[in-house]
């Protein structure tokens, strides 16, 4: 059996993407393989796009003041934490949504995790957040935060953290791709219509 926990980060250089990826998030747009009839839960941060973006831009000014962000900075992180679909049946939901959180925060500091959705409306759930790349220095510095030391250690981090859910990390060094969750869709999409 599977019993994987996953954890997966993207990279956002825009507000405008941030925001269309939480309009999905909250459901302000057709999601064609979310079920309408089931409720997610807000975990963290505003209950949609624009509160959460509320949020982001208070929590940017309380960083850069009145600087602008670089061109070509990554302004946001947007995580995925989720499970193996074969784990549903076994996992705690509430015990492993707090796990969850409580990760986040002591990752990439309570400040900077602006929001955390719990998504119950499909085949497996998972938990969607948007991070701010701030780095030690309290800098916005998604090299930093993202460099690929602090990418492992993310991974064996969270493994941690998921055991007591009976899940593993995945396999060190695998040379599996992950596929984006646009092209996921697209295809799933394809096949259910």
Known sequence: MN???????????SKGTMTSLLKHTFREIETKNANDEISNEV?????????????????LKEILG??????NAVLGIVTLQTFSPEMSKNIDIDQWKKDNLKFLEDTFDK??????????DTKTPHIIALILPIDQKNKLNCREVTSRKNLIKYQDEYAE??????????????????QS???FHAEYNEKTI
């Open 3 to 13: 019993n994987y926990c996953i954890f997966r980060l993207e990279k956002h250089k």
């Open 43 to 59: 975990l963290k941060g505003g209950s949609s796009s624009q509160d959460v973006m509320k949020d982001y831009n208070v929590r």
């Open 66 to 71: 009145n600087k602008k962000p670089r061109k």
């Open 111 to 120: 400040d900077n995790v602006v929001s955390a959705i719990l998504h119950l």
């Open 161 to 178: 953290c998921m055991e007591k859910h009976a899940l593993k990390r995945g396999e060190r060094g695998s040379k599996t791709k992950h």
């Open 181 to 183: 969750s646009q092209k």
